[in-house]
């Protein structure tokens, strides 16, 4: 940094120069921060005019001799920033690799952002005066013109609870809290000696439940509603006359096997996303094959084709949903707020098209059923890429949105593009992580829109404003911000009226993530989700809290002057931008923005060419789109080399010694990557938005079976135990920085610790039966103060639930299936995802749970009763025949002592009953409709009750010495 002893500048690294007097320019009298005239000047003229390293005014003779010598050589001023390297203005950009050279510092990556900053100034359009509007605007139109909108009033507004709801709400939470304090102390000072270790496994467990329960709780202490105002989006960004100004979003759909995924759902999704009420050049939409298939490429020419007349006449009448399976299936008057004459003609007709699109697509399935020995071939002659699944190059075809690729109106229709990543042995891919991240990369270079929407293949647009739902959030100035991403609810469709598996999961998405919105927003949960692009490649929100004047950000007080008194601010910026990298757990180039008073060209030169390539990868393409806060590609881009450039990023070896799944994109290390990468983001100090239009923005198809649903639960479950085991666990991840809210941080700490309280679950469901067998019992006899615990208990349970469904506006039927699951996943699911979990990450053994299939009727939810043959059944299964078989034992045990025994009875039998009531809706599934439950369930079921039983007979650990002795000698003395 020093040459020939002369201070260099910490902005541009040249020297520093002379002021009049002939002696070193320093600019801060207080810290004397090395920096040139010339920045000097540049920043006064950006209105700057404290110090960047310790915020001190400068000196005001300082101010005034810069200003007027500004002032003087305006004219000069002008012609010299054309060149040289204060200019900010240089040549265009390149392609090609950059040469690192420390001596000149970079002067290569310098012309690259430099460039980058004068196309992005290019586009900025020189703000117009009031004053001068009205000058060039004739006197009589200006009477006729609309007065234009208010920009200040707000896109969407925050709806809070009513306080007479919430705060009865949020008393009884403490008075149940109160409560559980009190009844663990009676638990605890109650010990009953004669069934002791019964007892203790109870009182283990219902300390457990509470934690559980308070985690659950509090993170829905601040629920909110939110309102938008679309109406307000349109004027003030798609002004009549004027180009749109909303912004670009780039559509992610991914797929695997269409084998098990079907393509005509996958066709559907597609569909709905180009037909969408949005600019048509502001959407593109990326399909990743990662199965490479020749049946999903086939199938989305088809699709392709079809959208020429589907997306016209979706606009032309504005119809719901816009994708035509499900538009046309439903059992509605399709003709109310329809006036167009044609309408019901062109609807007949798009019918009769769809009809046999349909046609052509299930003929694709039925051939790729079975695949050629040779493998497929495509129409040229040439055999298809992907035959090996695990050996094929990268693929990518852009289908729509290139020049000629319009409707049959003659409109442009939306960008569609094929993506299929490149795999080869011996390289780790991630699954749908993998495959997310390289749809980041590919629509970076091709479209580079600011936000990006994921949806799962069997997800589609159900309300075709959802997108401007989101924009109202992301595009206001005063909220989008610090926001990440906007999560919307999973809805689904093909679901019976009683929901019997709680597939709607109406509690989590309407109660939970309500709560979670009002302190720092909702989880991402894997679809449905508009992500800040900006936000998936690792930075930091733009007002994220200062460390200089907080280093200070004590994450219990908020200030260090307190608590750390002897701590001493940083003030080289050198020494904030380690801090800030040490806050951010080991991110290379994260939050810069917090280092005050930098403009973006400044927070660029801060970091070298070296530092991107160890992030994003070597594609010097990819990095520049990394520099576009509000996205677009580079002007002088040419389209061969964006398709070169494209394949290239998608290559399975590009991500090798970068941060991807790391630090940037969707982290790896999980199956629920959506948990992991919206933690991450949380944790540098993001915050997110749920988003619930009346009409749901988008509908999925959820598991109905019993078998499927309890594979889904176990893959979730399992995703939590692996975040729970790995270096992101809530429990200690994250501590440095102090952003993640201590609210928010316990809901992520109840993500990944729910699967352990299957174990916990499974001893509680098992002690009804263990007591009714035995005759002890884990609650000694009640006295007053004990019954008014335990009846306050019960009450504060009941009330909790009623205060929530007031709020939440949840049904109680909803609420009921939600608990029923609960005790049926954790039972059975939650289990095996402990112990597989386990097993994977402590000891890389991958335990699978296969499913087999029987038929299922044709009749509506036929799905509904299909029983599969899973290792997950068994559990659930033989807690029903011990509690059963416990029941009967309890029963006929009464009637051999007489009417004494049948006080404690009710106590014993009223858990068992709890537990079985619990489980009804297994039992249901289980018998499915004509008592077809796979024998080997059944047999495995009746087998492990009958060990249980038998053995404990025979060994019966509760029973006291003394009183084994006695039944001993009373044995003996009777004559078998």
Same mark, same amino acid.
């Given at each position: ?10 902005? /541009?690294? +040249? ?15 207080? /810290? ?48 010299? *920033? ?26 290569? #990556? ?5 460039? #980058? ?16 509007? +009205? ?204 006036? *167009? ?20 697509? %299930? ?84 479209? %580079? ?236 100090? #993001?915050?997110?938005?749920? /988003? ?12 109905? %079976? ?35 809210? #201590?609210? *928010? ?232």
């Amino acid at each position: 940094m020093m040459e020939s002893g002369a201070p260099v500048c910490h902005t /541009c690294g +040249e020297n520093v120069g002379l002021n009049a007097n002939g002696e070193p320019f320093v600019a801060c009298h207080e /810290c004397n921060f090395p920096i040139c005239k010339n920045c000097f000047e540049y920043d006064l003229k950006e209105g700057r005019k404290a110090c960047l390293r310790c915020a001190s005014p400068y000196d005001e003779n300082l101010l005034d001799d810069a200003e007027k010598a500004s002032a003087d050589q305006s004219a000069h001023l002008s012609k010299s *920033q054309e060149v040289g390297v204060h200019a900010r203005h240089i040549s265009s950009v390149s392609t090609l690799d950059s040469e690192m050279t420390e001596d000149n510092g970079n002067p290569i #990556w310098k012309n690259r952002v430099e460039s #980058w900053k004068e196309k992005k100034n290019k586009k900025k359009k020189p703000a117009k005066t009031k004053a001068d509007t +009205e000058a060039q605007v004739p006197p009589e139109q200006q009477m006729e013109d609309k007065p234009a909108p208010d920009f200040s009033q707000p896109l969407s507004t925050i709806i809070p609870i009513p306080k007479s709801r919430l705060a009865p709400y949020r008393t009884v939470i403490v008075m149940r809290l109160i409560i559980l304090g009190l009844f663990f102390h009676y638990r605890v000072t109650n010990p009953v000696d004669s069934a002791f270790p019964l007892w203790l496994t109870s009182v283990i467990c219902e300390i457990w439940f509470a934690f559980s329960w308070v985690l659950d709780q509090f993170p829905k202490w601040y629920p909110i509603d939110r309102e938008t105002y679309i109406d307000r989006l349109s004027e003030r960004y798609e002004r009549e006359g004027e180009p749109s100004e909303l912004a670009a979003v780039d559509f992610f759909v991914s797929t695997v096997d269409p084998l098990k995924e079907p393509p005509l759902i996958t066709a559907n999704t597609v569909l709905s996303i180009l037909a969408l009420d949005y600019p048509v050049d502001k959407v593109s939409c990326y399909v990743s094959d990662d199965g490479a298939a020749m049946l999903s490429f086939e199938s989305l020419v088809e699709t392709a084709d079809f959208a020429r007349k589907w997306v016209p006449f979706c606009k032309k009448f504005s119809i719901e949903p816009r994708a035509p399976e499900f538009y046309f299936s439903q059992k509605i008057d399709y003709l109310k707020d329809k006036v *167009q004459p044609s309408f019901v003609k062109e609807r007949r007709a798009m019918k009769r098209d769809y009809e046999e699109f349909k046609i052509r697509i %299930n003929a694709l399935v039925a051939k790729a059923q079975k695949t050629p020995e040779e493998g497929w071939t495509m129409q040229d002659g040439t055999p298809w890429p992907g035959n090996n699944t695990r050996d094929h190059p990268g693929m990518i075809q852009v289908f729509l949105g290139y020049s000629g690729a319009r409707d049959i109106e003659g409109n442009e229709l939306p960008r569609l593009v094929y993506v299929s990543r490149e795999k080869r042995p011996g390289y780790q891919h991630h699954k749908k992580a993998g495959a997310e991240n390289a749809l980041v990369r590919v629509s970076a270079v091709l479209t %580079n829109a600011p936000y990006i929407l994921n949806l799962d293949c069997d997800h589609y647009v159900n309300n075709s404003k959802a997108v401007r739902e989101a924009m109202c959030f992301l595009m206001d100035p005063q909220v989008g911000r610090d926001v990440c991403y906007v999560q919307f609810p999973q809805r689904f469709d093909g679901i019976d009226r009683s929901d019997r598996y709680a597939n709607r999961n109406t509690v989590f998405f309407d109660v939970n993530m309500k709560g979670l919105d009002g302190i720092q927003g909702p989880v991402y949960v894997g679809t449905g989700c508009v992500f800040n692009r900006q936000a998936l490649y690792g930075y930091g929100p733009p007002s994220m809290p200062s460390l200089p004047k907080s280093s200070s950000s004590c994450s219990w007080c908020g200030s260090c002057s307190c608590c750390c008194p002897g701590k001493k601010e940083p003030k080289d910026p050198s020494e904030l931008y380690r801090d800030a990298k040490r806050e951010e757990l080991d991110a290379a180039i994260f939050n810069l923005r917090e280092i005050e008073n930098y403009d973006e060209y400044e927070r660029s030169m801060l970091i070298s060419q070296t530092s991107f390539e160890k992030t994003f990868g070597l594609s010097s393409v990819f990095i520049e789109s990394t520099l576009m806060d509000n996205g677009g590609v580079a002007e002088s881009a040419n389209p061969s080399t964006l398709i070169k450039e494209a394949i290239h990023v998608i290559s399975c070896g590009y991500e090798e010694k970068t941060t991807w799944g790391k630090e940037i994109g969707w982290i790896y290390g999980s199956v629920t990557e959506d948990i992991l990468t919206g933690f991450k983001m949380h944790c540098r100090g #993001w915050r997110s938005i749920y /988003c619930m239009p009346l009409r749901p923005a988008f509908k999925g198809s959820a598991p109905i %079976n019993l078998s499927d649903r309890l594979h889904q639960v176990l893959r979730w479950a399992l995703g939590s135990v692996e975040i729970f085991l790995s270096r992101h666990c809530p429990l200690w991840y994250g501590f440095g920085g102090g952003r993640l809210k #201590w609210l *928010q941080r316990l809901a992520y700490i109840n993500t990944i610790v729910y699967p352990f309280t299957s174990l916990p679950l499974i001893a509680y469901c098992s002690l009804p039966a263990i007591c009714l067998l035995t005759g002890k019992f884990i609650i000694p006899t009640l006295s007053n103060l004990a019954s008014v615990l335990f009846l306050g208990l019960f009450m504060s349970i009941i009330l909790t639930a009623v205060l929530e469904l007031r709020w939440s506006g949840v049904s109680i039927e909803d609420l009921w299936r939600n608990e029923q699951f609960w005790v049926i996943g954790g039972v059975s699911a939650h289990l095996f995802a402990v112990f597989q979990g386990i097993l994977k990450m402590l000891a890389g053994i991958d335990t699978n749970f296969t499913v087999t299939a029987k038929a299922a009727d044709d009749a509506e939810f036929g799905e509904l009763y299909i029983v599969k043959w899973t290792t997950l059944l068994i559990p659930p299964t033989t807690l029903l025949i011990v509690n059963l078989v416990g029941v009967v034992a309890g029963f006929s045990d009464a009637l051999n002592k007489g009417y004494e025994a049948w006080g404690p009875l009710f106590g014993k039998v009223f858990f068992s009953f709890w537990v079985i009531l619990h489980l009804y809706p297994f039992l249901k599934g289980l018998m499915g409709r004509q008592n077809r439950t796979p024998t080997i369930v059944v047999l495995w079921s009746v087998l492990l009750a009958s060990v249980f039983s038998l053995v404990w007979v025979r060994i019966n650990p509760f029973v006291n010495t003394g009183d084994s002795t006695a039944l001993t000698s009373s044995c003996i003395s009777i004559d078998c």
